[in-house]
């Protein structure tokens, strides 16, 4: 059933900044977050104490619905401090980090000779199930659903993204081994989509035990959304799984070597940084271990955990994200330009529009910043404007619309099962109107979920 | 900006205002606060401010016409079409038209945006263009301010503002004006600008060559029909600076061709048959360059508001206001033109058409992937 899809809509952005294909520094930070905040539909509770060892793959907390779901320590060591937010919200676990790194030794196993239940078992207790994410809404998959397929994008088309081959060619073994223990959990197998580019050359065309395909576009054809939506859009009362390659590895790695390992590489870019390149951390890292990147400039830089479209804004005192392969380094755009908007030629500025000029040097990169460029306002260009870079079959303008309603039965219709508040990140760049689309479309999952559950 | 606009400060109730001009002046220093962290530099202003140089020509050769059918009603055959002399006579009478159209639509939009608590809205930037480009030129100041203010209270700002309404706010006024002073927007002289003390000279009528069903107007050839030496609204005759503006929509996207292109398709179609059952003699393709089918279908169907939303929805409208507005032509002795009826009534059915190929749409999408 393997397929070679061409999507002929979507858009690269051309940012500088690309990492380039190095490690430049491995970095063992003292302190390292684990925060329970980036988990979609993750009610945390808390299994460790202040002043608590933990090892590497130790629990650190559980889901209060789920209390098989767990989420464990990145590195070993002490926890240093529980941080608290309004309500006593829990924000972050601090475990200091050992000079040592113990691992818990949860045991080799061979995948081929084990059966669901014990796969689900030993995925959970190493609290690596919180990689899977489901379909819709992007919340943590149910252990006790089975569903349709399991879907994993092996590259990566965003802005600045790190290389796929680059960060994890050489744990092809282990993520091989997560594909052949992934596969006994869903009833369609595993799915993973190549870069056609590299159909040939890449590493990861080598895996087995899985349905391979191959995509041709720009940006988004990298992330799974489009790739599930143009491979097999998710129905009403359907469930697949999202996994990455990184939880692919982790997942593998724990039964290879019967270790929770979750270093990995991850690119430091963007236009603010100096010496874009690889570094090898695990996650939870703070962004202070990669303050040698940002220098000593007094132009405020924006921290963004991701890539520039989905990405999250840290701070110059966050953590680098659970799930995040990349750290985007951004001028913040607070700064006027007399008469921008009217200034005919405006070289500087990117505009995928004809408005502008850009399209007449499709090479050049930009230096491009946090500013909206104008205000907010209705929408007024209609539903095809936006869907010139989204290659889904769906009305994207219309959800938006009925998410901003609150129509639930208009959002089942215009396809809210089908995408992630992500997918629809380019469209909410181009907009010229300036709404949030990826805020209205996370509150209308948030409806969904509360109308639905 | 200043404190004394903020809230609580002694000028608050100006505050949209305020805003409004400093965000003219210089792009806002505004950031990314959720979602995507870098955003186009493309922008509502810059949108519009395309769509207003693609109607300049159509506007600039507009007044020049304006003076120079004013010459040939006053000296006859005789007149010279002077380009300066004739430009300045056609500027002092459109001018007036647009500072009223301005004044007045931009009270209330910024009224309603100080009221509503949100910035001005560029829209009318827009319509208060297009508005003088389609009415007579000698069209009573006072009667402008109100059918002015009458499209943009209940044309627009009744559905939220900019963006939300239903029918296209400048084509508005002109229904309005046409059905509550039909005197005005009727009869053989309104479309030429005449003084107080100003005679026709003998056999000159000024009917619009639709009005006359393609009778004869001296020089009314195909020529002067494209160029635009013939008498009409200000903005709507020469079908050439009207194509040059729609190549600059159609280059930046502003507007969509494939309503241009349906529409060129469905007059075309509507007229065809009507020649070749004999009920006019004027050729499929000359329909397309009387009246205001070139400005109607280059400016105002495509309008990205009130046109359909989807692309198949696009065709369909498109093809609609084509063929209406040739049938009005045929078929309707009460109204020489049907252009503005034409569009409003897709407008009004915009809906319609794009919730009929959405629903279909979905209905088909599922069942090519069943077996999958």
């Known amino acids: 059933m393997s397929q070679n899809i061409v999507l002929k809509k979507g858009l690269d952005l051309p940012i500088k900044g690309e990492a380039g294909l190095y490690v430049s520094r491995t970095i063992s930070p003292a302190v390292v977050a684990v925060q329970p905040g980036e988990f979609k539909g993750f009610l945390p509770r808390l299994l460790v104490r202040e002043g608590d060892s933990v090892l590497c793959g130790s629990p650190v907390l559980a889901d209060k619905n789920n209390p098989g779901i767990l989420v464990c320590a990145p590195v070993s060591g002490k926890v240093k401090e529980i941080v608290r937010g309004d309500k006593r919200k829990l924000l972050a676990v601090l475990i200091e980090s050992s000079d040592e790194q113990e691992y818990l030794d949860f045991g080799k196993k061979n995948p081929d000779a084990l059966s669901a239940e014990e796969i689900k078992e030993a995925v959970l207790a190493a609290g690596l199930w919180p990689w899977l994410i489901q379909r819709p809404y992007g919340i943590l998959a149910d252990p006790c659903k089975r569903p349709r397929s399991i879907f994993c994008s092996a590259f990566d088309t965003a802005p600045l993204a790190a290389d796929c081959e680059f960060c994890w060619s050489d744990k092809l073994k282990a993520v091989q081994a997560g594909i052949n223990a992934l596969s006994k959990l869903s009833e369609g197998g595993v799915h993973v989509s190549l870069d056609a580019d590299k159909r040939f050359s890449s590493a990861f065309g080598r895996l087995e035990n899985c349905i391979l395909h191959s995509f041709k576009g720009k940006h988004p054809a990298g992330t799974v959304g489009m790739q599930i939506a143009n491979i097999c859009p998710i129905r009403k009362d359907e469930t697949v799984w999202t996994i990455s390659l990184a939880g692919l590895a982790a997942i593998g790695e724990l039964f290879l070597s019967g270790k929770v390992n979750l270093r990995r590489k991850v690119a430091v870019c963007g236009p603010m940084a100096i010496e874009p390149s690889y570094v090898e951390t695990v996650p939870g890292t703070p962004v202070s271990c990669l303050a040698e990147f940002v220098g000593n400039t007094d132009e405020p830089v924006r921290y963004v955990s991701g890539n520039v479209l989905t990405g999250k804004n840290i701070g110059k005192d966050g953590y680098i994200g659970f799930f995040d392969s990349q750290l985007t380094l951004l001028r913040e755009g607070n700064e006027r330009e007399i008469l921008g908007w009217i200034r005919p030629l405006r070289f500087r500025q990117f505009s995928t529009d004809h408005c502008y000029f850009s399209w007449l040097t499709p090479w050049r990169k930009y230096d491009m910043d946090t500013n909206t460029h104008g205000g907010v306002r209705a929408f007024l260009m209609n539903d095809s404007y936006y869907s010139k870079v989204l290659p889904m079959d769906i009305y994207p303008i219309y959800l938006v619309k009925a998410c901003l309603a609150g129509d639930i039965e208009k959002m089942e219709q215009f396809g809210i099962y089908e995408v992630l508040p992500e997918d629809l990140a380019l469209c909410e760049y181009i907009d010229p109107s300036k709404n949030d689309l990826q805020d209205i479309v996370a509150k209308g999952i948030d409806l969904m979920l509360k109308e639905m559950a | ?372």
Request: proline fraction near 4%.
């Open chain 2, 1 to 372: 900006m200043n404190k004394i606009f903020e809230k609580g400060g002694k000028l608050h109730w100006l505050r949209s205002t305020a805003d409004a001009f400093d965000t003219f002046l210089a792009v806002p220093a505004t950031v990314t606060r959720k979602g995507s962290h870098v955003r186009d530099a493309v922008d509502l202003k810059r949108i519009i401010i395309i769509a207003l140089i693609a109607v300049i020509p159509a506007a600039v050769f507009g007044m020049w016409n304006v003076g120079y059918q004013h010459s040939l009603a006053v000296n006859g055959p005789s007149a010279t079409p002077d380009i300066l002399a004739n430009f300045w006579y056609g500027f002092l009478k459109v001018l007036p038209l647009y500072l009223v159209a301005y004044i007045v639509g931009l009270v209330i939009e910024f009224g309603t945006a100080q009221i509503r608590g949100e910035e001005v809205n560029e829209g009318f930037l827009m319509t208060g263009f297009l508005v003088p480009l389609i009415v007579p030129v000698d069209v009573p100041l006072w009667m402008l301010a109100v059918v002015v203010a009458f499209a943009t209270i209940i044309g627009k700002e009744v559905f939220g503002g900019t963006g939300m309404n239903i029918l296209n706010p400048a084509l508005l006024t002109r229904a309005f004006l046409f059905f509550s002073y039909p005197t005005s927007m009727s009869g053989s002289s309104v479309w030429i600008s005449l003084g107080k003390n100003e005679q026709l000279v003998d056999g000159f009528t000024g009917a619009t060559p639709l009005a006359l069903d393609g009778a004869a107007q001296y020089s009314t050839s195909i020529w002067s029909e494209f160029l635009g030496t013939i008498p009409g609204s200000v903005g709507e005759t020469s079908t050439l600076c009207i194509l040059l503006g729609a190549v600059l929509l159609i280059w930046t996207g502003v507007a969509s061709w494939k309503i241009m292109v349906s529409s060129v398709a469905g007059a075309l179609l509507v007229g065809g048959i009507g020649q070749i059952a004999g009920i006019t003699d004027i050729p499929c393709w000359e329909q397309l360059l009387l009246g205001g089918f070139a400005f109607g279908t280059v400016f105002m169907a495509t309008d990205p508001v009130t046109s359909a939303q989807t692309e198949t929805g696009k065709w369909i409208y498109g093809f609609l206001i084509g063929a209406l507005c040739i049938m009005v032509r045929l078929f309707n002795p009460g109204f020489a033109e049907g252009m503005m009826l034409a569009i409003l009534l897709c407008n009004t059915f915009a809906p319609l058409i794009d919730h009929v190929v959405v629903t279909s749409h979905i209905r088909k999408k599922f069942r090519k992937f069943k077996t999958a």
